[in-house]
């Protein structure tokens, strides 16, 4: 199974910029999406970006397109998400995830039950 640990997050101000990282172990042949999730306090996790971690094949969430970046690290085992003009309504915890055997097989993979092997998450805080 693939364990993922996030990083990056902390206290900013809008306008701000971050990089949170998602390092993984475990990765294997069957492991075709790496995502990255949000949950604010109070409501239901929201799927950000989710990258092919083979291909580099990149899905975002219409909410966050533009503003938002994933990337994969080989070298590193990390997939990165950018953050750019953060707003005080990204305010959330971010999850990492990697999808379940069988699932997210070349398309937007937006169901966070597709998804297995979540992080502790990491938490993100923007002021205005």
């Known amino acids: 199974q693939v364990h993922v640990v996030e990083s990056g997050g902390g206290l900013v101000q809008a306008g701000d910029s971050l990089r949170l990282s998602c390092e993984a172990s475990?990765?294997?042949?069957?492991?075709?999406?790496l995502g990255w999730f949000r949950q604010a306090p109070g409501k239901e996790r929201e799927f950000v970006a989710s990258?092919?971690?083979?291909?580099?094949?990149?899905y975002y969430s219409e909410f966050v397109k533009g503003r938002f970046t994933i990337s994969r690290d080989n070298a590193k085992n990390t997939v990165y998400l950018h953050i750019n003009s953060l707003k005080p309504e990204d305010t959330a915890a971010y999850y990492c995830?990697?999808?379940?055997?069988?699932?997210?097989?070349?398309?937007?993979?937006?169901?966070?039950?597709?998804?297995?092997?979540w992080g502790q998450g990491t938490q993100v805080t923007v002021s205005s």
């Open positions: 475990g990765i294997r042949y069957n492991t075709y999406q």
């Open positions: 995830a990697s999808s379940r055997e069988g699932y997210c097989t070349g398309y937007a993979c937006t169901d966070p039950r597709s998804f297995d092997s």
């Open positions: 990258i092919e971690w083979f291909t580099e094949k990149t």
